[in-house]
């Protein structure tokens, strides 16, 4: 039983297969961005301590995040997916020595070229009254600028969306990410997953690399 470290750039489908190999598998989805969130709301001291780093606008640190993953998972019993750490060299030889000790694991990538990432990313258009993305050239609305799910006509393109900030998010991306896979490709646990394919041949393909 292998413990999965899912990595991917923003576009890259990484939260849509999360969620396909958790109902099709039955993994266990360590998304830090969710433990942070329930944490605070248990108002525990350490859900507390979160808060304020966040009402201050400031980066929740390595630490924090560490704890967090290693109160939350039982690793003898259970297989998961970590889903947003490691995110730098640092923190996947901390998730290493800290988390995940001995324990057999495997690092997938959703491996697609920075400027199909970008087309996709520019492209995203976002529901503001129910939150459903779409992408106007692969999945565009059936009616121009309606909510196929809800009829809204309120579809937004985030300011996170448009190319500029697209360019440098994937910049920061690759500059971090490109040291982590070389440390998973040393030490022989990385695996690549063709991310340009439509999402039920991605899953097709993760699912026979993670044996589920
Ligand atoms: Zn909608």
């Known amino acids: 039983m292998k413990q999965v470290i899912f990595l991917g750039a923003p576009g890259s489908g990484k939260g849509t297969q999360a969620k396909l190999l958790v109902a099709d598998c039955g993994f266990n989805h360590l998304s830090t961005g969710d433990l ?8 525990s001291e350490l859900g507390l301590k979160v808060k304020n780093i966040m009402e201050n606008g400031e980066l929740v640190g390595d630490d924090i995040v560490l704890e967090l993953l290693k109160i939350n998972c039982d690793l003898t019993g259970s297989q998961y997916l970590f889903d947003g750490f490691p995110r730098n060299l640092a923190q996947a030889k901390a998730l290493d020595e800290l988390v995940l000790g001995g324990t057999e694991s495997v690092a997938v990538y959703l491996d697609l070229d920075l400027d199909v990432l970008l087309e996709r990313l520019v492209n995203r258009r976002t529901c ?23 009829g809204g006509s309120n ?3 985030r300011d996170d969306d448009k190319a500029l900030a697209v ?4 910049a920061v991306f690759k500059n971090t990410i490109t040291p982590v896979l070389e440390y998973y490709e040393q030490k022989g646990n990385l695996r690549r997953i063709d991310a340009s394919q439509n999402m039920d041949q991605v899953l097709v393909q993760m699912k026979e690399t993670l044996g589920c």
């Not at 942070?36 to 108002?43: D, G, I, T, Y």
């Not at 503001?128 to 600028?145: R, T």
């Not at 360019?167 to 994937?170: A, E, F, G, V, Y």
């Open 36 to 43: 942070l969130r329930a944490e605070v709301a248990k108002e």
């Open 128 to 150: 503001g009254d129910c939150g459903a993305i779409y992408n106007l050239v692969h999945s565009a609305p059936k009616v121009a600028g309606t909510c196929d799910k809800c």
């Open 155 to 157: 579809l937004l393109h």
């Open 167 to 170: 360019s440098k998010r994937l």
